[in-house]
């Protein structure tokens, strides 16, 4: 047995903490870099955070924030948050603003109504765990054994709920959700009621004729009974919100466009700024122990390299929103359908970055401009397959947004008693200059909540 002792040259790509923490940082949010900042102010004793300044009256962010704030009535609560944080909103004025609940709703509707006073806490529970669309899907059982109810009080408080507005609230499942209000209407007989248990799939996929088949009716009866079913609403609750503060996205960074100019700033805000700690410095300076010395020297170096990823994580952010400006300007300029195709790709090549770092600094980060807050990730559209009719006919570039706009014109404009195979659509499209095919055709379709054929046939 030999043994090879060679040397070899090798070289290999390693990541050090630093460079992670920096990667880390940039493919942050807002809410996780806020919480970042906070852990690392606890293990860092010299590390402080304070919070950030807000902008000054007579500073060009304020005139952003001015342009901004009359163009978005979102914006006014981006612009009251910014200007102090002493001007913010009251409880009780925030609850006053806030729309009505369905669970208050109900609630104002039984204090009219006569019943026992001690079933006030069931009649509370039973309010409170509706669903979003104000269906009660509990066990019955469980709720009456937890409220010493027999079945018979469980089920009159749930007939109470059944019996306010919006009519189908407390059902508990779509089938008596739709009975409870043909029955408000006048309209529920014995056999549209049997008509409804049978056939709910078929009636949901408008397969008519499939109906006919099993029930025998006439296809005018079906026909009337499924108009009257598409007048009901399958989720009553759906105009009422829910309990609790409404949420708003803080954007990371705010646009203002004219024909003039262009001002792009990064709403630092929403970050506290990172300092040292004065204490702890002159503590460095002064003390005599070198243990000490050491440990702080470590902690300050440590905020130092964190305050660099925060200025890493500025610059390049600030790139990619001003590379994307650029490369999308007429959906600054006209509005949110006026996209281009665009990659990231795109984007890194243009500012000689690597890909992975415009992903990191597009990952579910905002943008806030005259046209609302958008996601970084739309401006990033594929583009769509186009027919080539000759190799010297300039092809003007198409995005899947186009796609899905023709197709959803080509389905309105149908003749909906022999509306269009997924198959001719694609056809269709493609004469309109789009190479899609019959599975892109039923993707698209899918996405845009369009039925089938048979769904979409009148019979």
């Known amino acids: 047995m030999t043994m090879d002792f060679t040397l070899k040259t090798e070289q290999k790509q390693t990541l050090s903490y630093k460079m992670i923490q920096a990667s880390t940082i940039l493919q942050m949010t807002s809410v996780q870099l806020e919480q970042y900042l906070n852990e690392q102010s606890l293990e860092n004793p010299v590390l402080e955070l304070t919070p950030a300044k807000t902008h000054d009256a007579d500073s060009k962010t304020s005139g952003t924030y001015d342009w901004i704030s009359s163009h978005d009535e979102q914006n006014r609560y981006l612009y009251q948050h910014l200007e102090s944080e002493e001007n913010e909103f009251p409880e009780w004025n925030m609850e006053h603003a806030l729309p009505e609940t369905l669970a208050e709703h109900l609630w104002s509707q039984l204090l009219t109504r006569t019943w026992p006073k001690e079933q006030e806490e069931a009649l509370q529970f039973l309010l409170n765990v509706l669903d979003e669309r104000g269906y009660f899907t509990d066990s019955l059982e469980i709720f009456a054994e937890h409220f010493g109810l027999s079945m018979e009080q469980a089920n009159v408080l749930l007939s109470l709920i059944q019996s306010l507005e919006p009519a189908g609230v407390g059902a508990r499942t779509l ?46 009866t079906i026909k009337a009974y499924c108009e009257q079913i598409r007048k009901l609403e399958p989720k009553p609750a759906a105009p009422y919100a829910f309990s609790g503060h409404s949420s708003y996205v803080l954007p990371d960074v705010i646009m203002s466009l004219d024909k003039y100019h262009t001002d792009i700033c990064l709403n630092d805000s929403i970050y506290p700024d990172i300092t040292l700690n004065t204490g702890y410095l002159q503590l460095y300076e002064e003390c005599p122990d070198k243990e000490v010395h050491t440990y702080l020297q470590q902690k300050i170096k440590q905020v130092e390299w964190l305050k660099q990823c925060m200025i890493q994580r500025r610059t390049t952010l600030l790139s990619v929103v001003k590379a994307i400006q650029n490369m999308q300007q007429e959906f600054f300029l006209l509005g949110p359908n006026h996209l281009k195709p665009l990659k990231q790709a795109d984007i890194a090549d243009y500012l000689g970055i690597h890909v992975s770092t415009v992903s990191r600094a ?19 559209v594929k583009a769509a397959a186009l027919q080539t009719v000759t190799p010297a006919t300039p092809v003007t570039p198409a995005t899947t947004l186009d796609v899905r706009k023709a197709l959803a014109a080509l389905i309105e404009s149908e003749n909906k008693e022999k509306p269009y195979s997924d198959r001719i659509l694609a056809e269709l499209l493609t004469e309109q200059g789009f190479s899609v095919s019959r599975r892109t055709v039923a993707k698209y379709r899918d996405e845009l909540s369009i039925p089938g054929t048979s769904g979409r046939k009148k019979y």
Do not use: V
């Not at 499939?210 to 005018?220: E, F, H, V, Y």
């Not at 905002?366 to 739309?378: D, H, R, V």
């Open 362 to 380: 597009c990952n579910q980060k905002y943008l806030q401009c005259s046209w609302g807050t958008f996601p970084l990730s739309i401006f990033f």
């Open 175 to 220: 089938e008596e959700c739709l009975c409870l209000q043909l029955d408000r209407r006048g309209q529920l007989t014995e056999e549209f009621r049997s008509f409804l248990h049978e056939n709910l799939p078929l009636i949901a996929k408008n397969q008519l004729a499939a109906i006919a088949r099993n029930t025998k009716l006439s296809m005018d």
